[in-house]
């Protein structure tokens, strides 16, 4: 067995005394791969000169610490076995990606094409779908119908004073309305140049069109 463990970033480690397994996930969507559980031998043993001591103690009890010793030797050491196992039986699942160096999964979050991780190259055609997808909202948003209560706040009538409130009542106005729905006051009072017949804005002291003096 090599000294050295590769590919050993991206995984938990599911072990106990009685066993090993692990747990390797994908950098990119996080995608769970679990290897099988190996039972651990030594872990076993332990148990059972656990068991002798707390029932008999005595030269059981010595034999449970010399086993502890060589169980913690050992675990280890089969631990060690374990894991190379177990990143040999999921590697060919994973692969690094050469410019980010994230270990990503194979089945969703490689572009074979590009040779790249889909972080670093998408895939184009998901791209597009998504693109397109996108545009077509845009294009419902810009082209959807004005509902009739609003069209009364159309560019048109940008420009005129709009109330909130009715001036009689003071109630909250729902729209731009003519007349208020609560006591029935005309919201919009258009004033006509006496002389000329124009309309007049609001708070005039002369007809803009033929200079005639508003009365008040």
């Known amino acids: 067995m090599s000294d050295k463990i590769e590919f050993v970033q991206n995984y938990s480690d599911l072990s106990t005394n009685r066993g090993f397994q692990f747990e390797f996930h994908c950098d990119r969507c996080g995608s769970d791969y679990r290897t099988k559980f190996k039972a651990s031998v030594t872990g076993t043993v332990s148990e059972v000169l656990d068991v002798a001591h707390n029932l008999f103690g005595g030269i059981f009890g010595r034999a449970s610490d010399v086993g502890d010793k060589v169980h913690s030797v050992n675990w280890k050491k089969a631990h060690d076995e374990a894991l190379v196992e177990a990143i040999k039986e999921i590697k060919p699942d994973f692969i690094q990606c050469p410019r980010c160096l994230s270990w990503v999964c194979r089945k969703s979050c490689w572009n074979t094409q590009k040779g790249l991780c889909k972080n670093c190259a998408s895939d184009l055609s998901v791209e597009m779908a998504a693109a397109q997808s996108s545009r077509s909202v845009e294009e419902v948003w810009a082209h959807a119908a004005m509902a009739e209560e609003d069209k009364k706040l159309g560019k048109e009538n940008w420009r005129e004073g709009i109330r909130a409130t009715c001036p009689k009542c003071e109630k909250p106005l729902p729209a731009n309305v003519k007349?208020?729905?609560?006591?029935?006051?005309?919201?919009?009072?258009?004033?006509?140049?006496?002389s000329c017949g124009k309309k007049l804005p609001s708070n005039t002291k002369f007809c803009p069109e033929c200079g005639t003096k508003v009365e008040d």
């Not at 007349?179 to 006496?194: A, D, N, Y």
């Open 179 to 194: 007349f208020c729905p609560e006591c029935g006051e005309k919201i919009k009072v258009t004033e006509l140049c006496k």
